[in-house]
């Protein structure tokens, strides 16, 4: 067995979270989306301590998928406050494709930041949230399928 390790900074997830909700917000609003929701549906710095338990939740979510398919898996926070990440660690079989570690990390990203965008527009507008779970179920399978990934085995006896 082989051990990935990476880290996903809190910062990261928040780059993705408010980068597209002002996306969403920007272009609801040009499809006529009242100003009002609109601005609600717009997350900033100030809501950090709402979002926090959800990206926490995000992170804990998926850190169990992983486990329940790669025993011996775990996620750890590391750092506080804006430095906090999460670290992860995968267990994998030896034939695991070594450079998968850097696609997975982006793949991670994207799953917290949409299931906790999920989160988020539950209460403000739910026909979002159905858009951002879907994403992050796709996100899901996406990871999962990832780490089923083999590399070619080879043979060192045939020399052929």
Same mark, same amino acid.
């Given at each position: !067995? *082989? =051990?990935?390790?990476? =880290?996903?900074?809190?910062?990261? $997830?928040?780059?993705?979270?408010?980068?597209?909700?002002?996306?969403?917000?920007? +272009?609801?609003?040009? !499809?006529?989306?009242?100003?009002? /929701?609109?601005?609600?549906?717009?997350?900033? %710095?100030?809501?950090?301590?709402? /979002?926090?338990?959800?990206?926490? #939740?995000? $992170?804990?979510?998926? &850190?169990?998928?992983? +486990?329940?398919?790669?025993?011996?898996?775990?996620?750890?926070?590391?750092?506080?406050?804006? #430095? &906090?990440?999460?670290?992860?660690?995968?267990?994998?079989?030896?034939?695991?494709?070594? #450079? *998968? &570690?850097?696609?997975?990390?982006?793949?991670?990203?994207?799953?917290?930041? *949409?299931?906790t965008l999920q989160n988020w527009y539950t209460g403000i507008k739910p026909d979002e949230a159905n858009?951002? %779970? /879907?994403?992050?179920?796709?996100?899901?399978? /996406?990871?999962?399928?990832?780490?089923?990934?083999?590399?070619?085995?080879?043979?060192? =006896? *045939?020399?052929?």
């Amino acid at each position: !067995m *082989n =051990t990935i390790r990476f =880290t996903i900074t809190r910062e990261d $997830v928040y780059d993705k979270v408010f980068a597209t909700s002002a996306y969403t917000a920007r +272009a609801r609003e040009t !499809m006529g989306t009242p100003s009002g /929701i609109t601005e609600r549906m717009l997350l900033t %710095a100030d809501d950090k301590r709402i /979002i926090d338990p959800m990206i926490d #939740g995000s $992170v804990n979510e998926i &850190a169990g998928e992983i +486990a329940r398919y790669h025993p011996g898996s775990s996620v750890g926070i590391t750092g506080d406050g804006d #430095g &906090a990440g999460y670290q992860f660690s995968i267990a994998t079989p030896v034939n695991y494709p070594a #450079g *998968n &570690a850097d696609k997975l990390t982006g793949c991670l990203e994207s799953y917290i930041a *949409n299931r906790t965008l999920q989160n988020w527009y539950t209460g403000i507008k739910p026909d979002e949230a159905n858009i951002f %779970a /879907i994403k992050a179920q796709n996100d899901a399978m /996406i990871i999962l399928a990832m780490l089923t990934q083999r590399t070619k085995p080879t043979n060192p =006896t *045939n020399n052929a």
